[in-house]
């Protein structure tokens, strides 16, 4: 159904209003309209849950929405162009978004070509103090409200730079972000003195984190030993420590005159 204004014209039909589609409402000033499909420059998408709560929301994006495709493509329209995710409590800058309605799954990013700066995923929960990464793709389900992110590079957490293994990242519901494995923790992003590998993390926020992974010690003499080191964590100065423990009966190298046992 649609509640506004048209003008028809030999050229075609405009107007402007609201358009209601199963359970979403695409708004704009001005829409151009076909007989299989409909656009605007400057639209705003509102995706609602059974009950009629708000599930996705996207502001001021150039639109395309194909009716008998049942698809809809959104472009950004610059900086005031973002996605609002209410059920995990995150918004999203992004440069592309496609809506397939019946399988009820939002694409965020072009899957395909894999290009572009990605899009800037910020979270508003308000102990996460605007955590936030950028993902090239993702994919956000409206049956379960799961936000599965990919191409992700590094996440800035307090002095520390940590980068996914595998660069994907799930966002759960109320901004809870799903345990890393097999990360890398660099430390120190000034000095990027130390770095712990094969690490587990729990991010909880933009300075928070803890984890548990392994360390390489090269002595004095550019020997290597390796530690476990089972409790990383950020202080209250926001700054990382960690604390590992040497094997009883295992002599630990300083350098060629002192050894740690």
């Known amino acids: 159904t649609f509640n506004g204004n048209l003008l028809m014209q030999p050229t075609g039909i405009t107007g402007g ?5 199963d359970k979403a409402e695409v708004s704009s000033n001005l829409f151009t309209y076909n007989a299989n499909w409909f656009g605007a420059d400057t639209a705003s998408l509102n995706v609602f849950k059974n009950g009629g709560e708000l ?3 996207a502001k001021n994006l150039r639109s395309h929405i194909d ?7 959104f472009h950004s329209n610059g ?4 996605v609002e995710f209410p059920a995990n409590q995150y918004i999203c800058y992004i440069d592309k978004l496609n809506w397939q309605m019946d399988e009820e799954l939002l694409t965020l990013g072009d899957q395909l070509a894999f290009e572009g700066s990605g899009s800037e995923f910020i ?11 950028i993902a090239k793709t993702a994919i956000y389900s409206l049956k379960d409200y799961i936000i599965h992110a990919g191409g992700i590079e590094e996440f800035a957490i307090a002095d520390a730079i940590i980068y996914p293994d595998s660069g994907i990242v799930t966002v759960e519901k109320n901004a809870v972000m799903q345990t890393l494995y097999g990360a890398k923790i660099l430390v120190d992003d000034l000095t990027e003195y130390h770095t ?8 909880k926020s933009a300075n928070n984190y803890t984890a548990t992974g392994d360390y390489t010690y090269k002595d004095a003499m550019n020997n290597k030993q390796h530690i476990f080191f089972k409790e990383i964590r950020v202080n209250e100065d926001t700054i990382t420590i960690a604390r590992g423990d040497v094997e009883n009966g295992k ?3 300083i350098d060629s005159k002192f050894d740690f046992k």
Not at 17 to 21: E, S, V
Not at 67 to 73: Q, S
Not at 123 to 133: A, G, K, T, V
């Open 17 to 21: 209003g609201i358009l209601t589609l």
């Open 55 to 57: 599930a996705f929301r």
């Open 67 to 73: 009716l008998k495709m049942r698809e809809g493509v």
């Open 79 to 82: 900086s005031g162009s973002y």
């Open 123 to 133: 979270s508003i929960h308000p102990h996460q103090d605007s955590l936030s990464f």
């Open 196 to 203: 712990f590998t094969n690490a587990t993390v729990d991010i």
């Open 251 to 253: 002599i630990f190298h």
